[in-house]
Nanobody, 122 residues
Framework: QVQLVESGGGLVQPGGSLRLSCAAS????????MTWVRQAPGKGLEWVSS????????TYADSVKGRFTISRDNAKNTLYLQMNSLKYEDTAVYYC???????????????WGQGTQVTVSS
């Protein structure tokens, strides 16, 4: 059974940093591209970033490029999202999602974690 468990969310001031983690189990993590998706209050889902199964290729939404860094540790079956220079508009629930494929040429959103809340507020 696939399990994706996010952690690391919380309340942070504008300009601050957080690192989200996603612990994966129930599938071959090292063969699955991974994605972070977020949902702000009252809004739809927004793709944030993806990483291929080996960790060598990453992509970012324009809204987070240069501020967020996605990474993974295949030995620990864990996905990360380092978020720096946080803005009010980054407030959202952040979800970890696995893909059925390794590469980023075709990414599916196969299984979702329960999400972790990030609130940027002064």
């Amino acid at each position: 059974q696939v399990q994706l468990v996010e952690s690391g969310g919380g309340l942070v001031q504008p300009g601050g940093s957080l690192r989200l983690s996603c612990a994966a189990s129930g599938f071959t993590f090292s063969m699955s591209a991974m994605t972070w998706v977020r949902q702000a209050p009252g809004k739809g889902l927004e793709w944030v970033s993806s990483i291929d199964c080996g960790g060598g290729t990453t992509t970012y939404a324009d809204s987070v490029k240069g501020r967020f860094t996605i990474s993974r540790d295949n030995a620990k079956n864990t996905l990360y999202l380092q978020m720096n220079s946080l803005k009010y508009e980054d407030t959202a629930v952040y979800y970890c999602v696995n893909s059925d494929y390794c590469g980023l040429g075709y990414v599916t959103f196969a299984n979702w974690g329960q999400g972790t809340q990030v609130t940027v507020s002064s």
